[in-house]
């Protein structure tokens, strides 16, 4: 259970009527470095693929190399008495190089299995669509199942790019 929300029992489709996406701004940094401080030790290690002790500094990171169109990220915010708290987030940014968008996706731990992850990957696609980006990839560890279904749910593949411990995800973007 998240240590951000102890005592979440609220139902999925609550949960969808009360939150929103929007895109990260400056003024979210302190917000997402809670955020990230809250997710479960398995939870951090998978939206990290290892350890990370330094939340303050990749919510900093995530909002500063936002500021372009190819890099943004997006928060899933829990709008209840007034306030808002992020609940979940997605990172992409694009390569143009490789001709090709990379994300990375969270969702605290309370709020998993009730569809947020599919709406932060969609609204992510949304935009990288609206960018004129064609492609969108990813890679997550062999032993991370929910990644892998909510992948599959959102449509990537397995590009069989991976090594032993990862999976490399692709999928092309259409409008």
């Not at 309370?110 to 609206?130: K, N």
Request: proline fraction near 1%.
């Amino acid at each position: 259970m998240s240590q951000l929300f102890p005592d979440a029992a609220v139902a999925a489709a609550e949960v969808k009527d009360t939150v929103r996406i929007r895109t990260a701004s400056a003024s979210d940094v302190a917000g997402l470095s809670i955020y990230f401080t809250g997710l479960s030790t398995t939870s951090h290690n998978k939206r990290f693929m290892g350890a990370r002790s330094d939340p303050a500094v990749v919510a900093a990171e995530c909002i500063a190399r936002a500021g372009g169109s190819d890099h943004f990220t997006l928060l899933a915010e829990l709008r209840q008495e007034g306030q808002g708290r992020i609940v979940g987030e997605t990172r992409y940014a694009y390569d143009a190089s490789a001709g090709h968008g990379e994300f990375a996706i969270s969702v605290a731990d309370a709020f998993q299995r009730m569809g947020l992850g599919l709406l932060l990957m969609s609204a992510m696609e949304t935009r990288a669509i609206d960018l004129g980006h064609e492609m969108i990839t990813g890679e997550t560890t062999r032993t991370n199942a929910e990644m892998r279904g909510l992948a599959t749910k959102a449509g990537f593949r397995d590009t069989g790019l991976g090594d032993w411990r990862s999976v490399h995800l692709a999928k092309r973007l259409s409008r």
